[in-house]
Antibody, heavy 120, light 113 residues
Framework: QVTLKESGPGILQPSQTLSLTCTFS??????????VGWIRQPSGKGLEWLAN???????YYNPSLKNRLTISKDTSNNQAFLKITNVDTADTATYYC????????????WGPGTMVTVSS | DIVMTQSPSSLAVSAGETVTINCKSS????????????LAWYQQKPGQSPKLLIY???TRESGVPDRFIGSGSGTDFTLTISSVQAEDLANYYC?????????FGSGTKLEIK
């Protein structure tokens, strides 16, 4: 049974760094072709892809935020991480992590999401 | 970036009716190597995270009812929901994974009369 769960600070101030953790079970990021992605959704709005990390530590970022994003993983502890630097109110959203099945680039299992509010 | 345009943005139907949601991409999503279209459909019910319905444009994910049908190729794709049920109340999103950045459509809100 595949599950993912996101965790984050809940609220932070503008210019701070947002650190998110995705803790998953039922699969391994050491499996050939496996990946994990991060997607966000402002309240009442659509989905925006942020970054993917793969079993071999290959990484892809959305260029619109590339300079602010860092994705990483801890395979032994079944976790993936996303950091976003210099946040502002536009980064207020629900952040999801999701599994990417081997050989594909869509998201087959999603976590419940963690809400992040950027406010002074 | 590949722009995904969904239509309509919302629709309301009665239970038992058939619904068609359209998704158009700004460039072809057909991959010549695997001869597949790299498009997925997701369902997001109120207060929940998205759920994968369809991948490779027409392959139904395991456990998804067969009333959900994906079709199309190239730049034009359709999600058809036959005999809509009250539980299908949700937002529906298409996503292209032909190229990065991965992009989603703006969503279609399905309401049940």
């Amino acid at each position: 049974q595949v599950t993912l769960k996101e965790s984050g600070p809940g609220i932070l101030q503008p210019s701070q760094t947002l650190s998110l953790t995705c803790t998953f079970s039922g699969f391994s990021l050491s499996t050939y072709g496996m990946g994990v992605g991060w997607i966000r959704q402002p309240s009442g709005k659509g989905l925006e892809w942020l970054a993917n990390i793969w079993w071999d530590d290959d990484k892809y970022y959305n260029p619109s935020l590339k300079n602010r994003l860092t994705i990483s993983k801890d395979t032994s502890n079944n976790q993936a991480f996303l950091k976003i630097t210099n946040v502002d109110t536009a980064d207020t959203a629900t952040y999801y992590c999701a599994r990417i099945p081997p050989g594909h680039w869509y998201f087959d299992f999603w976590g419940p999401g963690t809400m992040v509010t950027v406010s002074s | 970036d590949i722009v995904m345009t969904q239509s309509p943005s919302s629709l309301a139907v009665s239970a038992g009716e058939t619904v068609t949601i359209n998704c158009k991409s700004s460039q072809s999503l057909f991959g010549s190597v695997r001869q597949k279209n790299y498009l997925a459909w997701y369902q997001q019910k109120p207060g929940q995270s998205p759920k994968l319905l369809i991948y490779l444009a027409s392959t139904r994910e395991s456990g998804v009812p067969d009333r959900f049908i994906g079709s199309g190729s190239g730049t034009d794709f359709t999600l058809t929901i036959s005999s809509v049920q009250a539980e299908d109340l949700a937002n529906y999103y298409c996503q292209q994974y032909y190229d990065t950045p991965l992009t989603f459509g703006s969503g279609t809100k399905l309401e049940i009369k």
